[in-house]
């Protein structure tokens, strides 16, 4: 008795599969896949009895691999597709050699190939060495799409191969096969029609048999396909035979449908016979049009995507034509999603496209790369077009948008590069205009750049800064710098802990060479985390012969995007036993505005907690009245600018007038920064400034420096590694 297997590998075996074998009939599907789900790799699997091999495939080396650990011998025991995520943290895959070995697989997605007797033949399936987040039920769906087709190409095989067995086995099966199946004599007369044609063509098999083969043929086509059989019936060489054809079938309805045709031939008795099976294209060119679309336009605003603009660029490399290409990338975007939800950004991204569209002509190309950028490419064009195009596509996006009856005003920094002239090849010339659109948003934002050398220089310079960065965490390279805070009777209040960086081989380095960078970097949390747990444990020492220390330490504004900044609050000051009240936490507005609902929060949290938050370098932004309102405050910190020409300017000492009297009247403290001279210090402090620092009072200095100046006799704490 033949066990479930056996019966799927008799199945298999009906196919006529080896590796490769159907790699010219199933290729296309495969790099639709790939381009479709942004995977490296698709595959037909079939799983034979002691190997997975595979039919067709593209993105990878071998052919077959062991089925005991291959993913699609699991696949075929589902009637749905299988979808592994992250193989890795999979418990029935994270130790099979394909992920832990070199191939690396994290990613896997694979739809069954069920053939007609209710057996799995394999799969068609996705690989990739990154994991994945999610596949969508519209992803399983396209998954499945692509399997049927699959099938459909895999099915034809098979029923030739029935064909050329015997024409007997043949008539059998196209008897009950789904595909139509037509036997022709060698004069090209019609002896057999089954179900299917009839079902596809609307004529019986009492209509159809006894009509020559051109009874199929629309009218304008016929003449030639009888008397081609009859050629190869007599002997002569078959041109269409074997092979696969698309084509127009005439319907009894007068209509015209598209199939595939095959044509197979066999002798009995020494006479020519022919099989055709037939299959209509309708919806197989309706679906495979859709994945098409799926696979070259972007689904929400109908824009070419990423694969289509860098599938141009290449053509236009090959021709060697001049373009210019502008990359767009919208600023604010974000408050619109933080605001209004996703549903409200993506109608606005709509808006954007259509506008985007109605200001550059029509032979240009506008597409969506993803997110909030975009990509407009203008071919033939020179650089003063580019520039004439970018200040269109900015004054374009500034017009207020209008979403679920509120108005946004967004603005658009453009990235422009030129093609031949700043790369030779289509990834260099996105990534030109990337770091021409990078170095627009630098600048100010609305505004467009053009590419030049010296922003990939800076971009190498940056990149190299990022791995000595890291490197200084792991090694421990950063350390603090405290400078003193003195009341107006000149006592020691507190000090501001600065972050420096002792670089191996530079020494120490300012921070306005790496400070602007770490600001942006992944690693400001955790460098964030670092200076907090040491300064606070500072504090605490210090504050044994200073009790009423306080310790000010500035935020990155990252720091206030992760959600967690309470906690780690409040554990590092039960860990160095250090109230909350000597602590205070300095802002900058720039970091502030940058922030949503949950850093206020997080602010107005720890400010009931008993925190202080300070508002540093106050006065040169442009929101500080309605801040004042929103954000909860203790101190604010006049920025040494107003400081410097305090006894020249009259403006700046009115400023600093009105920032004093305006932290009275939201009862706030003042400090006032950067006081060098006694002619400063006198005049602020008759200003009612309650506290200053400077270089007149101190500079920056190593905890050991600063513990002995002020005579804090406790020793300095170990600085914890970053």
Known sequence: ??????????????????????????????????ALFGVPTSMVSVVAEHQTFFASRVGISVCEVDRRISFCHSTITKDEPLVILDASQNPNFHDNPLVNGPAHVRFYAGAPLIGPSGAAIGSFCLLDTRPREAFTPADVANLKLLATLALDKMELRRLERAEQASNNRFRQMAGTSPAGIICADHEGIIRFWNQGAEAMLGFSAAE????????????????????GLRHVGAGGTPKLVGQSVELSALCKDGSELPIELALSMWRDDGTASFGAIIRDLSGRRANEERLDRLAHRDHLTDLPNRLVVRQRLDAIVRAQQEAVLLVLDLDGFKQVNDTLGHSAGDRLLQDVAKRLVSVTCPLDMVARLGGDEFAILLEGGADRRGDFVAERLIQAVSVPFTVDGLAFNLSASVGVAVY??????ADDLLSAADLALYAAKNEGRQCHRLYSPGLRQAALQQHALAGELRRACENGEFQLFYQPQVDAAGRLVGAEALLRWEHPDRGLQSPAAFLPFLEKSSLAVEVGQWVLQTACAQAAIWRQDAPSFRMGINLFGLQLHTGDLVAEVRAVLKQAGLPAAALELEVTENIILQQNDLALQMLRTLYADGVSIAFDDFGTGYASLSLLKRYPLSRLKIDQSFVRNIGQSREDAAIVRSIVHMARAFGLGVIAEGVETLMQQERLLAKGCDELQGYLLGRPMPATSFASRFELKNPPVREIAA
Request: charged share 20%.
């Open 1 to 34: 008795m033949l066990t479930s297997d056996d019966s799927r590998l008799r199945a298999v075996a009906a196919y006529g599969l080896s590796p490769d074998v159907m790699q010219g009939d199933l290729e296309p599907l495969n790099l639709l896949a790939s």
């Open 420 to 425: 031949p002239s700043h790369a030779r090849q």
């Open 208 to 227: 159809a048999e006894g009509q020559p083969i051109d009874f199929i043929v629309p009218h304008r086509f016929r003449g030639g396909h009888a008397g």
